[in-house]
Nanobody, 125 residues
């Protein structure tokens, strides 16, 4: 299983970015994909997760209404649209995968088996 993130960068506060996660090496039918982030000196935290089992999505309270997770099963891609970015959103963003039949929409760091290398998002004030 390989996950490759892209789309990070430097943006001013109030701006937008779209992160992409390309998933390889597993059947993109039964899965959960999560976006997580880690800022310097802080623990990795969940941002948003999506599950193929029920199509449900979950969001951290800090990003609700600003971020949107979506998937394109035909392309084995998951996206994170980030709007109204704030300096506190600055972090390395990782996508992670849990393969196989998944119950519910897990969204904890320790729920996920496979991780990408991360992409840096920096929001300037």
């Amino acid at each position: 299983v390989q996950l490759v993130e892209s789309g990070g960068g430097l943006v001013q506060a109030g701006g937008s970015l779209r992160l992409s996660c390309a998933a390889h090496g597993f059947t993109f039918v039964d899965y959960a994909i999560g976006w997580f982030r880690q800022a310097p000196g802080k623990e990795r935290e969940a941002v948003s997760c999506i599950s193929s089992s029920d199509g449900n999505t979950r969001y951290a309270d800090s990003v609700k209404g600003r971020f949107t997770i979506s998937s394109d099963n035909a392309k084995n891609m998951v996206y994170l649209q980030m709007n109204s970015l704030q300096p506190e959103d600055t972090a390395v963003y990782y996508c992670a995968a849990l393969t196989g039949v998944v119950a519910g929409t897990p969204c904890g760091v320790y729920d996920y088996d496979y991780w990408g290398q991360g992409t840096q998002v920096t929001v300037s004030s």
